[in-house]
């Protein structure tokens, strides 16, 4: 099992200032206790994290000033490992297709009458093979659902 814990501190910079440090700290659980495995730190504000099946990956959003970006991370061999890095302004959706293969869809987001809105913009598509994630395609938003290989994506445009 794995606890990913979250914290920010303050940190000194130059001129006297400082600025808000957050700090991702994974654990693994070995038998009755926790044991630090990996920590990552971003100046960015923490959206929100949550599991991805059952194999050691988790998705975790950050905030920057005028978007948000999105990190998988895949815990194997004893290690954390970055195995997405997306920016997206919306957070993503996770599907899966009829095999049972996940995949994640990140929706570019336009504005239509002064409201952001991902229905006019164009889906990212990616898979996970196992190891890691293929891009598989870029469609329309309407047609994000029918896209779950790089054959059926190339036939959405």
Not at 15 to 35: F, N, W
Not at 57 to 75: D, E, K, M, P
Not at 81 to 102: I, N, W
Not at 139 to 154: E, L, N
Request: glycine fraction near 8%.
């Amino acid at each position: 099992d794995l606890l990913c814990v979250f914290t920010e501190t303050k940190r000194k910079m130059m001129q006297g200032k400082s600025e808000p440090i957050r700090t991702m700290t994974v654990y693994l659980k070995d038998a009755s206790q926790l044991r630090k495995i990996a920590s990552f730190e971003t100046g960015d504000w923490y959206i929100s994290s949550y599991p991805l099946q059952e194999d050691g990956r988790f998705l975790v959003g950050w905030g920057t000033g005028s978007s948000h970006y999105f990190q998988v991370y895949a815990y194997a061999n004893g290690e954390v490992k970055e195995v997405l890095h997306q920016g997206s302004r919306a957070m993503p959706e996770v599907v899966f297709d009829d095999a049972g293969r996940e995949l994640l869809l990140f929706s570019e987001m336009e504005i239509i009458n002064g409201q952001w809105r991902s229905s006019a913009g164009r889906t990212t598509v990616f898979k996970w093979n196992g190891r890691a994630y293929d891009k598989v395609g870029v469609v329309p938003w309407s047609r994000r659902f029918q896209c779950t290989s790089k054959t059926t994506c190339s036939g959405l445009k």
